[in-house]
T-cell receptor, first 112, second 120 residues
Framework: GDSVTQMEGPVTLSEEAFLTINCTYT??????LFWYVQYPGEGLQLLLKATKADDKGSNKGFEATYRKETTSFHLEKGSVQVSDSAVYFC???????????FGAGTRLTVKP | GAVVSQHPSWVICKSGTSVKIECRSL??????MFWYRQFPKQSLMLMATSNEGSKATYEQGVEKDKFLINHASLTLSTLTVTSAHPEDSSFYIC????????????????FGPGTRLTVL
């Protein structure tokens, strides 16, 4: 079935470091791909999304490119801040599955 | 963007009581709402999908008689945890999908802030 695999955390970085969180997917058909962020004690907020191959989603300095050839949607940010500390979820929706499939989540901690 | 609210944001109850959690789409009509459960430091687990005016579809392993879902209108879905026990303690998150009518899979889900349930 459709699924998402994320790199396991936790990830700890110093402020201004470069961030990559890997995400790969398995899906029948062509999924839409999403990154969500969850701050402590809160629900999920959409960070960015891409709906077709080679699309690049971007928001708040974060980017992810939909790579069909590698079935990947890696999240990157050039310079992280302490306020980026949160849990990040990669997710997909396919035409055949109306529900969203989530990765396990990656906890990011950014230290000053 | 579209806003989804949940009420209450947290609840503490005694074992054996029932708890109702509301999920509302505030500025859009949601033909479909989803209920998730999240255990500490884990991902979201889909419990059920509810479509307005019809019975909810439960995921395998989720007891439909224990987790009652009602989606009576295009802006409100409720989850009732009946005869709650300590193992039901969790973070419950709902999401709603905007109705676009043309290409459903293009539509993202909008998530509520979650409800933390603690059963003593």
């Amino acid at each position: 079935g459709d699924s998402v695999t994320q790199m396991e955390g936790p990830v700890t970085l110093s402020e201004e470091a470069f961030l990559t969180i890997n995400c790969t997917y398995t899906a029948t058909g062509y999924p839409s791909l999403f990154w969500y962020v969850q701050y402590p004690g809160e629900g999920l907020q959409l960070l960015l999304k891409a709906t077709k191959a080679d699309d690049k989603g971007s928001n708040k300095g974060f980017e992810a490119t939909y790579r069909k050839e590698t079935t990947s949607f890696h999240l990157e940010k050039g310079s992280v801040q302490v306020s980026d500390s949160a849990v990040y979820f990669c997710a997909l929706i396919t035409y055949n599955n109306n529900d969203m499939r989530f990765g396990a989540g990656t906890r990011l901690t950014v230290k000053p | 963007g579209a806003v989804v609210s949940q009420h209450p944001s947290w609840v503490i109850c005694k074992s054996g009581t029932s708890v109702k959690i509301e999920c509302r789409s505030l500025d859009f009509q949601a033909t479909t709402m989803f209920w998730y459960r999240q255990f500490p430091k884990q991902s979201l687990m889909l419990m059920a999908t509810s479509n307005e005016g019809s019975k909810a579809t439960y995921e395998q392993g989720v007891e439909k008689d224990k987790f009652l879902i009602n989606h009576a209108s295009l802006t409100l879905s409720t989850l009732t945890v009946t005869s709650a026990h300590p193992e039901d303690s969790s973070f419950y998150i709902c999401s709603a999908r905007d109705f676009a009518g043309v290409d459903l899979f293009y539509n993202e889900q909008f998530f509520g802030p979650g409800t933390r349930l603690t059963v003593l």
